[in-house]
């Protein structure tokens, strides 16, 4: 039987086997894993659970974005992200990268005991309006710094940003030592990039946008432009944690690309937010046999019913039955911990840190895998 004791701070002391039992030994049926680490939501969106249509494709969903996102009134948005930074916790997330547009989240994130690394996102097609937001984002990102949160600006994507402007939020980001981006979400966006057409071409040319530049190689080696000229200009390969998430229609040759030239490389997946949006799945055995680093992420409620982690690893295990258990558990908790830099505190139960505990019940022990009706809780 496996064996865990915690001292009275949650911080692990010994792991291993259980030997004799005492007055405080307590016992679970089914696992005991480290706390997790979302490693992509916006948590400011809470309050459009439930209000987003389905397989609308990308450019659908971010016309119902823009149309709802501030039909609600702050105090609801705000109470909305409360309860769902409160049940993450609870179900065991102990570390979360989140994106934000604006403060709403600011002051829970601050008093949160889950630790949060928050992306403020950039984007503006027209490269004249770039100081413009910079200046808001840079006010955003002083307000951050007052609620004394971790957090700096980072791009939203490759499709909605001028070059002069996703530029400079990468150098801003690489020199925060964290950058996020939304990479190759949908074939959209392939389709934008490599050809300058299909949908997101017709709906920004439709809004009176400028497209983004088309590279024929996609959206990743488009943004991997832009690190290679900052490297050669610096001439190092950037020491930044650099997390590209979603993927859905990313490819060998990107994965290959990115790979050579980004060290702290790590792949965000978001399955149900996948499914959601385009009833599509990011290419899992291709990138684990590219040996890509895979985190787990939740994404927002605006494309997914649920904020949680053990139902994107059952909707994994659905559709990859091969991978194991413990596998998709480390993509969990261990390598978002690496990515946001906590790897001395979180991702593991290594004597010393104090990563949480999360138990998991229901489990299929014949096949180590999940049930329908596993739900994990955080006893720790
Ligand atoms: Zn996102």
């Avoid at 997330?93 to 604006?102: F, G, L, Q, R």
């Avoid at 980001?173 to 959209?188: F, T």
Wanted: aromatic fraction near 8%; include cysteine; charge should be negative.
């Amino acid at each position: 039987m496996g064996y865990l004791c915690l001292n009275t701070e949650n911080i692990v002391v010994e792991i291993g086997s259980l030997k004799e039992e005492t007055e405080s030994t307590e016992f679970y049926d089914g696992i005991l894993c480290p706390g997790f680490v979302n490693s992509h939501c916006h948590i400011e969106l809470s309050h459009l659970k439930g209000k987003l249509s389905q397989n609308t494709g990308m450019a659908g969903f971010i016309r119902q974005i823009n149309q709802l996102r501030d039909r609600t009134e702050k105090n609801e948005r705000v109470s909305c992200i409360q309860k769902e930074m409160d049940q993450l916790y609870c179900s065991g997330v102990s570390a979360m990268a989140d994106i934000s547009n604006c403060d709403e989240s600011f002051d829970i994130k601050a008093s949160s005991l889950m630790y949060t690394r928050t992306f403020l996102e950039v984007f503006g097609s027209e490269p004249e309006d770039s100081p413009l937001i910079t200046e808001k984002v840079k006010k955003l990102n002083l307000a951050s710094k007052q609620w004394r949160i971790d957090g700096g600006p980072s791009p939203h994507s490759c499709y909605t940003m001028s070059p002069r402007l996703l530029n400079a939020t990468i150098e801003e980001a690489l020199k925060e030592g964290w950058l996020s981006n939304h990479n190759q979400e949908s074939w959209e966006e392939e389709e934008l990039i490599r050809f300058g057409r299909g949908p997101l071409a017709d709906e920004f040319r439709g809004r009176g946008l400028s497209n983004p530049p088309i590279n024929s190689k996609g959206a990743l080696q488009y943004f991997l432009g832009f690190i290679r000229a900052i490297s050669e200009k610096e001439e190092k390969k950037p020491d930044a944690s650099i997390l590209l998430v979603h993927n859905t229609f990313t490819d060998a040759e990107s994965i290959d690309r990115a790979s050579e030239l980004i060290e702290n490389l790590y792949w965000a997946i978001c399955p149900l937010s996948n499914l959601f949006i385009h009833s599509a799945l990011p290419p899992v055995e291709l990138l684990r046999r590219k040996g890509a680093v895979i985190t787990l992420g939740t994404d927002s409620l605006s494309s997914n019913t649920t904020l949680s982690i053990i139902e994107e690893i059952k909707t994994l295990q659905r559709y990859f039955p091969w991978i194991t258990l413990e596998e998709m558990l480390s993509w969990a908790s261990r390598n978002g911990a690496n990515f946001l830099k906590k790897e001395s505190e979180l991702g593991s139960f290594t004597p010393g840190k104090n990563p949480g505990v999360v138990y998991i019940d229901n489990i299929d022990y014949n096949n180590m895998k999940l049930t329908k009706d596993s739900h994990s809780v955080r006893v720790a």
